[in-house]
């Protein structure tokens, strides 16, 4: 019953994403991420996930296909926490990457957990219910080093570079090879960023940025930075904070601070320089109204 109620869930999704599609302008970037368009999302996350189940499987693993709802859970569930504004939860954990960090595995998290959300809680539970040598082995079959990056937070980020394990075969299999490069830019926003009102705007925000000592040119560049950071400093993830060195803690502690600052000024010039242009320019480049 629960992978029919699922099925007609998706159903659903794809009939109220056809009228997005016809609104979309005509030749125009998707509006989704990695400029696909919402119908093309949401095949796109039925292939990988089928594909990563069945690489699982080759591996020894159970791993259920995790439904368009739930991967779309995962990625809405980035810096989002009950109580919280997102104002509120980038001034008390910055984009939630190194003020989150605590080594374990996503499905072992007890709290904020983009990366869990996506998996779905039949996977968690699958997780779970192994050994801890065929937990280590389940996760670098499923993700490779980067025990982070899954789908649903790579789909989020616009970034699979990072992703590994039958995850990164299964998105091979479905994205184009430009889009699993860290240098990929979702064609929309490309688009937008030509514009001279855009250019200006950036101008803008990278001055302002650079007087408080970043040195980012647009509001996109921050977070990844951040992600990198932290992979070099933790092994891709793999280190507990419970077995850090004190040199290892004293440079998590600075990466948080710096996270939280940089985070709090991209969030405030975003919101002041960035939106209003990219609104102003989606509407005019998208005009029809989605239905």
Do not use: W
Request: charged share 25%; glycine share 8%.
């Amino acid at each position: 019953m629960k992978n029919m109620i699922q099925a007609i869930g998706t159903i659903v999704v794809i009939i109220l994403f056809a009228g997005n599609v016809c609104a979309q302008a005509q030749g125009s970037p998707g509006t989704e991420e990695f400029g696909l368009t919402p119908k093309q999302l949401v095949q796109s996350i039925e292939k990988v996930e089928a594909l990563i189940s069945r690489c699982m499987r080759d591996h020894g693993f159970q791993y259920v296909p995790v439904d368009y709802i739930t991967v779309r859970n995962g990625m809405g569930a980035d810096k989002n926490m009950p109580g919280l504004s997102e104002e509120e939860f980038i001034s008390k954990y910055g984009f939630g990457v190194s003020t989150m960090y605590t080594g374990h595995p996503p499905q072992l998290a007890t709290g904020y957990s983009p990366a869990k959300a996506g998996l779905g809680e039949r996977n968690v539970q699958i997780y779970r219910n192994l050994s801890t040598p065929d937990q280590v082995a389940y996760n670098r079959a499923l993700l490779g080093e980067n025990i982070d990056a899954t789908f649903a937070v790579g789909l989020e980020t616009e970034n699979f570079s990072r992703t590994g394990g039958c995850t990164r075969k299964a998105i091979e299999q479905v994205f184009k090879p430009e889009q699993l490069k860290a240098t990929y830019y979702n064609p929309k926003d490309a688009l937008i960023n030509k514009d001279p009102r855009m250019k200006a705007a950036l101008r803008n925000y990278a001055r302002e940025m650079r007087k408080a000592g970043f040195n980012y040119n647009h509001p996109d560049e921050a977070e990844p930075d951040i992600r990198a950071r932290l992979a070099a400093l933790t092994s891709g993830g793999t280190i507990l904070v419970a077995k850090m060195s004190p040199e290892q803690l004293a440079a998590l502690k600075k990466l948080q601070d710096y996270e939280r600052r940089v985070a709090a000024l991209n969030f405030k010039l975003e919101k002041k320089l960035f939106d209003p242009v990219e609104e102003k320019i989606e509407r005019e480049k998208y005009p029809r109204k989605v239905q």
